[in-house]
């Protein structure tokens, strides 16, 4: 049994191991999605600002905030808060900004199709991963910690 056990674990090493080594793609690829998403929406806020703030003032119900203040905070963090991801800079910040502003869409609207709903724990899924790992080997915030450590 014994034998089996450190055989399978011996298999299990061997075929991993090369995932750990391009783990750092997922990372990239997964705050690319995201930063798209909330920048393309960000976006689409400034292209039709009336509406942006007609949607606020009607439509969602973000609460402690006027209707204005939210709707600056929002347009103004999906778009600058996804440039940070891309390029990795500060990268934990922009993740749990955007974090916020996800759980924040999620709570004020009154009725969410399902679809939508799910499409919202997975961005918010990935963007805790950023919280947690960081933006990965790919980033700025990388770099410059390997610079500071250095000096």
């Known amino acids: 049994m014994q034998n089996t056990m450190r055989s399978l674990s011996k298999h299990y090493y061997q075929l991993s191991e090369p995932l750990v080594n391009i783990s750092f793609l997922a990372q990239v690829a997964a705050r ?16 039709d600002w009336d509406s942006t703030l007609l949607l606020f003032e009607y439509e969602y119900a973000v609460p402690l905030l006027s209707f204005k203040a939210a709707a600056y905070l929002a347009t103004i963090g999906e778009i600058l808060l996804p440039v940070l991801l891309v390029l990795g800079l500060g990268s934990r910040f922009a993740a749990a900004g955007l974090f916020v502003i996800n759980i924040v869409a999620v709570i004020s609207l009154e009725e969410i199709a399902p679809a939508a709903l799910y499409l919202h724990y997975i961005w918010g899924i990935l963007l805790l991963q950023v919280c947690i790992w960081g933006g ?13 450590q250095g000096t």
Do not use: C, E, Q
């Open 136 to 148: 990965g080997l790919l980033s700025i915030d990388r770099w410059t910690h390997r610079a500071h």
């Open 32 to 47: 690319l999605y995201v930063a798209w998403v909330f920048f393309a929406s960000g976006l689409t806020k400034l292209r």
